[in-house]
């Protein structure tokens, strides 16, 4: 396994990381099974391990805290929070009072005493960004945290924090963590170019689009009762770019799932991807492709199917700008609407 840097931390991170979402009643329920995935990956080169308070409502936290026992020294240990932990509206989002709050209780799930990289999970548009840093400054200089991050945050929001760290003498963020695939590449039109000005590392979440470019999901095929309920799954547009991506697969010599892992690590703003196995099975097929090397002739072939900075159809779990609801916020005066 190679290592790169992530970001300018310095810190060496493998270009798979471990996504552990399917860990715990979400995904693979066996904790003893999930522990066995996780170390398989560990031996296999990978030193990064993603994971969130929010994934199976901590479960997945204290799976990998389980699976790190004596093995915490060797790995770079992500998590993240921002999304509801409870009924109390004060359990959520990204202020001061629910960050440190929340990252005690990753830390005791997690079985440590700190974490390598923090992340917010999602924008907090009520929240002020400097509030948000001023506490994770604190986490930082408490020893907690090593490095703070972001996830899927468009690049407005990811320059606005880089000024107000710069302006206030705070830690800044020094990753994000947004989705990028061949078939939602819009982050390489703002977000990669952004990070990579600011010297951000980037771990990017669901590069086989959330199971559509695995191969398992066809044109003409049904879809699992348990995926359906996502519009994506069935979205035809998304179905008819992947028929066009199988024979590309297949002139390389290349399952699609190796295709598309390739690819996501293959721009030079991406640090890592992530992988989320549920299954030993899956994680054997991910592994199988990790020596893949894209040669410029399949990547401009995929380019012309997917052009880049494009998205085809639409994720339902990537972040939408709040809309403007009050509709004072939005309409001027009546007297002051005419151009005359």
């Known amino acids: 396994m190679k290592y790169r840097t992530l970001g300018r931390t310095g810190i060496k991170v493998s270009p798979y990381c471990l996504g552990a979402m399917m860990f715990g009643a979400a995904g693979n329920p066996d904790h003893d099974d999930s522990v066995r995935i996780i170390h398989k990956a560990l031996d296999a080169g990978v030193n990064f391990v993603d994971t969130a308070d929010i994934y199976s409502h901590g479960e997945s936290e204290e799976v990998v805290g389980k699976a790190l026992k ?17 009924e109390d509206p004060n359990r959520q989002g990204n202020s001061r009072r629910w960050l440190v709050r929340a990252l005690d209780d990753s830390l005791r799930r997690l079985g440590t005493d700190h974490v390598d990289l923090y992340q917010v999970h999602r924008p907090a548009p009520d929240t002020d960004v400097e509030e948000t840093l001023s506490a994770l400054t604190d986490l930082v200089r408490a020893g907690k945290v090593r490095a703070i991050g972001t996830s899927t945050f468009p690049a407005s929001d990811i320059v606005e924090a880089q000024w107000v760290a710069e302006r206030r003498g705070l830690v800044r963020f020094r990753t994000e963590q947004p989705p990028y695939s061949i078939l939602d590449r819009r982050i390489e039109n703002e977000v990669l170019p952004v990070c990579e000005r600011y010297g951000m590392g980037t771990l990017v979440w669901s590069p086989l689009a959330q199971g559509l470019l695995t191969g398992r999901f066809r044109k003409g095929m049904g879809v699992e009762s348990r995926r359906a309920r996502f519009k994506h ?16 697969a297949e002139d390389a010599g290349l399952s699609l799932t190796h295709l598309a892992m390739a690819f996501a690590i293959a721009h030079p703003g991406v640090t890592s991807a992530i992988i989320g196995p549920r299954t030993m099975e899956h994680l054997d097929d991910l592994l199988a492709g990790v020596d893949t090397v894209l040669g410029d002739d399949v990547l401009d072939r995929i380019d012309t199917i997917v052009p880049p900075g494009s998205n085809v159809g639409a994720l339902d779990m990537d972040y939408r700008t709040p809309p403007i609801h009050d509709p004072r916020l939005r309409r001027r005066l009546p007297d002051d609407r005419s151009a005359a």
């Open 70 to 86: 004596g093995r915490r020294d060797d790995v770079v240990l992500a998590t993240k929070a921002h999304l509801p932990m409870g």
């Open 233 to 248: 799954m069935t979205d035809e547009r998304r179905l008819d770019v992947v028929e066009r991506l199988v024979p590309v």
